[in-house]
């Protein structure tokens, strides 16, 4: 039951090796990746973790895999994660034992939250010093950093035999892909590591098992849909779609669904990323950050169905469980089962994978139509606008059949910089190619209410664990994954300082990454929702920073925009071209309020 898109692998040409080099197990590692045309392993090192590395470069000499490394281990997993989502293969990162293996773990976490397929590979001490208080030991017997990622992960294991590895590495590698896909990892002792291994690979054929398409549906859910379908559209009622991250892949089959039955689409936050915002049937995000247009959609009267639609179904994409969504009209449609149980309340839940369900409701509505069983509604490719004083005018940028809260901010003029501005200026400069990625903080609710991207598939975030610092790691991954193209990471102040330090490996790397910061001085997101919840409000500053300074201190580019005027002058051609990261650094006014809040 495979549910990640995999992408076509180009694997590793099998040169010999150079017989003064003696395969050790390491190297069986390296060949599976090679085989699923992974090109990089993202970590940092350590003496544990070294005869991996140790493969790594063997491999690199030969084309294959090689080793980045990055700054910090969390960051390493971030960059594995982008890599992965951008790619469609498993982001793989690595750690030493004990301090090395704990700092994955938000990383890892966030990777598992996202349900993003990842490898982690982790040191051990030796086998034989197990409980003896060996360096950074962290085995079973002591600390057991593997336990640690029992709740993060959806396969976790220690390597106690050479013979255990290739086994267990399969299973490791199978189960990240299966439903719902996420994290795998295995912890190795670096005895066990150095052992030595076979020439030929046990499972030369895994490969094509691992990437082979496959689907599943729940048919007497589709069935019990249909008839449900059926009733409502026969009636003139209407039908509303949510539509979560892990539609990605079914967006044209979901989109001829919607325009097949008139329904009104919304996403959730990570949502984003499935649907094209200028469609005329998008309503914009429902639930924090989100659109007045979308909450009017659910909310019509003329509803009786809601279908749900590869979302786990949170806090933020339920405006903190709503009734408005979470009652009997429901349908809960997602390829993992596990998240059910949050939809007690539902109609129907729908399990199967996304994209065969909605061909299939498209075949089936339309044998109805063709029969002259089933009435449908004309699909009218209009756009309609929705403002509060009636007028039709609105900025070119903002899709008509959407309403945020400040239009006319986006053309602002004032000094400091508006967000909204910034949002509007970034959209207009940036080739359509241009990947996107939102960091936590800040930055997340101006992007999930202001930006709306014309290529939804290049936009990325991170909104449910929402681990700071995810979009800085996540960029340079990204950049790796699809080389010469802009990358660009929206992030704050705070999240660069708890991870700037991975803009040196764009340096190293030669990487087209623009990290735009959001200057106010401050834990801003942080700080505004403290406001809206408690009288006597703190301010969480932070102290005034020169980040474009930084930026030229760690070998990227740098500029300060402190207004409008400072964004309009940028050559957006030459930062995209330039071999290198670089650095805005853009002061913005610290009191415009954010859309946190649920909407």
């Known amino acids: 039951m495979k549910q990640a898109e995999l992408a076509p692998t180009k694997t590793v040409p099998n040169l010999p090796n150079d017989p003064s080099e003696p395969r050790i197990l390491s190297d069986i590692v390296v060949d599976y990746l090679g085989q699923l045309g992974v090109e990089y392993v993202f970590g940092v090192p350590g003496g544990h973790i070294s005869p991996l590395y140790e493969a790594l470069a063997r491999s690199e000499r030969k084309g294959g895999p090689r080793a980045i490394l990055s700054r910090h281990e969390s960051g390493a997993a971030s960059m594995a994660d982008a890599y992965a989502r951008e790619t469609g293969k498993i982001g793989v990162c690595c750690a030493t034992t004990g301090p090395g293996a704990t700092n994955l773990i938000t990383g890892v976490a966030s990777a598992y939250t996202d349900r993003i397929p990842l490898l982690v590979i982790t040191g051990q001490t030796l086998l034989s010093r197990f409980g003896v208080g060996a360096f950074q030991e962290s085995s079973p017997d002591w600390m057991d950093t593997a336990r640690m990622f029992d709740s993060c992960t959806r396969y976790n294991t220690i390597v106690t035999h050479p013979k255990q590895l290739e086994n267990k590495l399969v299973a490791a590698l199978k189960t990240a892909f299966q439903s719902p896909p996420g994290p795998v990892h295995i912890s190795v002792p670096v005895d066990v590591f150095r052992s030595p291994a076979p020439e030929p690979i046990a499972y030369p054929n895994f490969t094509e098992l691992l990437t082979k398409p496959s689907s599943f549906v729940d048919l007497a859910a589709l069935e019990e849909l249909c008839q449900a379908l059926y009733q409502v559209l026969n009636k003139g009622r209407k039908v509303v779609l949510l539509i979560g991250h892990d539609c990605k892949g079914a967006s044209q089959e979901i989109m001829a669904f919607a325009e097949l039955i008139n329904a009104a689409i919304m996403t959730t936050q990570d949502g984003k990323t499935c649907i094209n915002p200028y469609h005329p049937l998008a309503r914009g995000v429902f639930g924090f950050g989100g659109h007045k247009t979308a909450r009017q959609a659910l909310t019509d009267e ?76 004309t699909f009218v490719n209009s756009k309609p606008s929705f403002s509060e004083n009636g007028s039709t005018q609105k900025p070119p940028y903002l899709p008509p059949q959407i309403e945020v809260q400040v239009p006319e901010s986006y053309q602002s003029n004032s000094t400091p910089v508006k967000p909204q501005r910034l949002v509007y200026e970034l959209t207009q400069h940036f080739p359509p190619e241009t990947r996107f990625l939102i960091d936590t903080g800040n ?4 992007a999930i209410h202001y930006f709306f991207p014309h290529h939804p598939e290049n936009y990325r975030s991170s909104a449910e664990l929402a681990a700071m610092g995810w979009g800085i790691g996540g960029a340079v991954g990204t950049a790796l994954a699809i080389p010469n193209t802009p990358v660009v990471c929206l992030t704050g102040d705070g999240s660069f300082l708890m991870n700037g330090q991975e803009i040196t490996v764009a340096v190293a790397e030669r990487l087209p990454v623009i990290f735009v910061i959001l200057n106010d001085q401050s834990y801003g997101m942080v700080k ?14 932070i102290p005034p920073v020169d980040f474009s300074l930084m930026a030229k201190a760690m070998g990227a580019t740098g500029y300060t925009i402190r207004n409008p005027q400072d964004l309009e002058k940028l050559n957006y051609q030459e930062i995209c071209t330039y071999p290198g990261p670089t650095v805005l650094d853009v002061h913005i006014d610290s009191e415009e309020i954010p859309p946190v809040g649920m909407f």
């Open 302 to 377: 003329s509803v009786d169905l809601i279908l749900a639609v590869g979302t786990s179904l949170a806090q933020w994409a339920t405006s903190a469980w709503d009734k408005a969504l979470l009652n009997d009209k429901l349908v809960h449609i997602h390829h993992a089962n596990i998240y059910f149980g949050r939809t007690p309340m539902a109609g129907l839940h729908l399990q199967g994978t996304i994209k065969t369900i909605f061909q299939e409701l498209v075949v089936r509505l339309e044998a109805m139509q063709g029969s002259g069983k089933l009435n449908l509604p």
């Open 443 to 446: 930055w997340l609710a101006w």
């Open 528 to 541: 505004h929702r403290h406001r809206q919840v408690v009288k006597d409000s703190l301010e969480f500053a």
